[in-house]
């Protein structure tokens, strides 16, 4: 039976990337005449392609989660709660990153919604009721943030908290989604994770070139309110996004299915293969210290610093943010198949010397050299957007291709909440390091120390580079890719299905083999 099913599979994909082949065949010789008509039209075929094999639903819903929940909301609320900690609670920075850290908690905790989403359905949906749910927890937050006065901090740091995990569920269940799709149509993995981060960058780019006008005319608790309008597309998505009807489950089973859930995740991860790239991944932002509030606060202070407004706050960070769809860009059609480890290698070693442009900022020795605040500004952070992007993207790449059959957003959400915890204790360590050396509102004499380490802690992770598998995302080294899948028999047993045995299908795929070793 499992060698049936793994035929099929095979049989299925390898018909699939024939039909690519025709079709783009077909698409270059009816314009190989016309260069200029291949470059335009060259996006609209592409987010046809991913239509068609998916659907348009799928596509929409990647575009508002990932591009106006996550960028564009993402981007407004990251500059309205900078001032909102600063002017309207008028906390210290090691105490805002501190804060920062306790609203990251629900992306700690992206499995639980991954078990839900993949074992629990709703009303029959095992999608739609969880963009919904997402939805209504964020405008109910925001809405509480933009009209209550007064707000204690506490009631604050809660409100912001609630929106984090309005807009981690939705994520999630985009993910499982995506993760889902990617199963299905595995040569087009890379374009889905290239489709998230382009929607991310893009959306990006206009909320923080949008974020300093509103903090100046509405104030941060009027971008709360704001905030309201991408929760409720996320609540549309639930609402036509295609998916399966499934009028009867066993909810009595729920507790068996949590088990065999469960199991297949510890069975998946106990694989070398799988713990040694998730804890690279973790390192990787664990040792690059998160310090942004510090600088923040430099860079807005009236004495110490430049005293950017929020208008010029929002255009640097605008500007920054096309680096990282440069650096979408340039992965997917330069980068994507280069092996993890020089991707990786050159990625963190540049993103360890970006962190020195910090230093020379707040040394002010752009000022010797003639170049004002804000263009080294812009610099700087469009430099980090890109580096950043570019280290990130293969780790995408190759999270959403360890995800077994079934649980597909339970594990990809496990992944990534590896990265947040990541990303939580840099938080927490770089505002324990604010604390140490005396960093305060309106004292930034160490500043420069707590840059200097920070940046010597980013090349750490190099050292850990035999963590991450060898080979990249068309790579053709190993003869399968094994895929878990949980089966549900009288002893409950875990089997492992090799899907593709075929090695010319890897060349599509990511290299990493065995997932799981019987």
Same mark, same amino acid.
């Given at each position: 039976m499992v060698e049936e099913g793994t035929d099929n599979h095979a049989t299925y994909n390898k018909v699939e990337l024939v039909e690519e082949q025709i079709e783009d065949e077909n698409r270059g010789s009816n314009r190989g005449g016309f260069v200029g008509y291949v470059n335009i039209m060259a996006p609209i075929d592409w987010f046809s392609k991913l239509s068609r094999k998916t659907h348009w639903s799928f596509v929409m819903g990647v575009v508002v989660i990932y591009g106006i929940n996550q960028g564009f909301g993402g981007a407004l609320g990251r500059v309205g709660t900078e001032y909102y900690m600063k002017d309207v609670q008028k906390v210290q920075p090691s105490e805002a990153q501190a804060y920062s850290g306790i609203t990251n908690i629900p992306w700690i905790i992206k499995p639980v919604w991954g078990l839900l989403t993949d074992v629990v359905p709703i009303l029959g949906y095992q999608r739609r009721p969880?963009?919904?749910?997402?939805?209504?927890?964020? *405008?109910?937050?925001?809405?509480?943030?933009?009209?209550?006065?007064?707000?204690?901090?506490?009631?604050?740091?809660?409100?912001?908290?609630?929106?984090?995990?309005?807009?981690?569920?939705? =994520?999630?269940?985009?993910?499982?989604?995506?993760?889902?799709?990617?199963?299905?149509?595995? !040569?087009?993995?890379? =374009?889905?994770?290239?489709?998230?981060?382009?929607?991310?960058?893009?959306?990006?780019?206009?909320?923080?070139?949008?974020?300093?006008?509103?903090?100046?005319?509405?104030?941060?608790?009027?971008?709360?309110?704001?905030?309201?309008?991408?929760?409720?597309?996320?609540?549309?998505?639930?609402?036509?996004?295609?998916?399966?009807?499934?009028? !009867?489950?066993?909810?009595?089973?729920?507790?068996?299915?949590?088990?065999?859930?469960?199991?297949?995740?510890?069975?998946?991860?106990?694989?070398?293969?799988?713990?040694?790239?998730?804890?690279?991944?973790?390192?990787?932002?664990?040792?690059?210290?998160?310090?942004? =509030?510090?600088?923040?606060?430099?860079?807005? =202070?009236?004495?110490?610093?430049?005293?950017?407004?929020?208008?010029? *706050?929002?255009?640097?960070?605008?500007?920054?943010?096309?680096?990282?769809?440069?650096?979408?860009?340039?992965?997917?059609?330069?980068?994507?198949?280069?092996?993890?480890?020089?991707?990786?290698?050159?990625?963190?070693?540049?993103?360890?010397?970006?962190?020195?442009?910090?230093?020379?900022?707040?040394?002010?020795?752009?000022?010797?050299?003639?170049?004002?605040?804000?263009?080294f500004a812009v610099i700087d952070e469009s430099v980090l957007q890109m580096v950043g992007r570019l280290k990130w993207m293969p780790l995408l790449v190759l999270s959403s291709q360890l995800c077994p059959p079934g649980i597909e957003g339970t594990f990809f959400a496990l992944l990534m909440s590896i990265d947040n915890f990541g990303l939580m204790s840099s938080t927490w360590l770089g505002g324990l390091l604010l604390h140490v050396l005396s960093v305060t509102r309106t004292q930034f004499d160490n500043l420069w120390l707590v840059v200097l380490i920070r940046n010597v802690l980013r090349i750490v992770p190099l050292c850990f580079l035999f963590l991450v598998p060898k080979g990249g995302s068309d790579s053709s080294g190993f003869s399968r890719l094994e895929v878990l899948k949980v089966v549900e028999d009288g002893d409950d047993d875990i089997e492992v299905l090799s899907v593709y045995e075929d090695s010319e299908l890897l060349k599509h795929e990511v290299e990493l083999a065995p997932l799981v070793s019987s």
């Open positions: 969880y963009f919904v749910l997402a939805g209504i927890i964020g *405008i109910l937050s925001m809405f509480f943030l933009s009209f209550h006065e007064k707000l204690h901090v506490a009631l604050a740091v809660l409100s912001l908290t609630s929106g984090s995990a309005g807009v981690a569920i939705a =994520d999630v269940t985009v993910d499982a989604c995506v993760a889902q799709h990617s199963g299905v149509h595995p !040569s087009l993995a890379p =374009d889905m994770q290239s489709l998230c981060s382009l929607s991310s960058s893009i959306g990006a780019l206009i909320g923080f070139s949008l974020s300093g006008i509103f903090v100046h005319l509405i104030g941060p608790k009027g971008v709360y309110g704001l905030l309201s309008i991408p929760y409720a597309l996320v609540l549309l998505i639930g609402l036509v996004l295609k998916e399966p009807y499934t009028p !009867s489950f066993a909810y009595g089973q729920v507790s068996e299915k949590f088990v065999d859930a469960a199991s297949a995740m510890w069975t998946t991860l106990k694989s070398e293969d799988v713990w040694r790239p998730c804890l690279y991944m973790y390192l990787s932002f664990a040792l690059s210290l998160n310090i942004y =509030d510090g600088l923040f606060y430099w860079e807005t =202070d009236s004495k110490a610093g430049p005293s950017f407004s929020q208008e010029t *706050i929002g255009f640097v960070l605008s500007i920054g943010s096309v680096g990282s769809l440069l650096g979408a860009i340039l992965y997917q059609y330069n980068l994507k198949t280069y092996p993890f480890r020089t991707l990786l290698f050159w990625g963190q070693l540049f993103f360890g010397l970006s962190g020195m442009l910090d230093l020379v900022f707040i040394l002010r020795l752009n000022l010797k050299l003639g170049m004002p605040d804000y263009v």
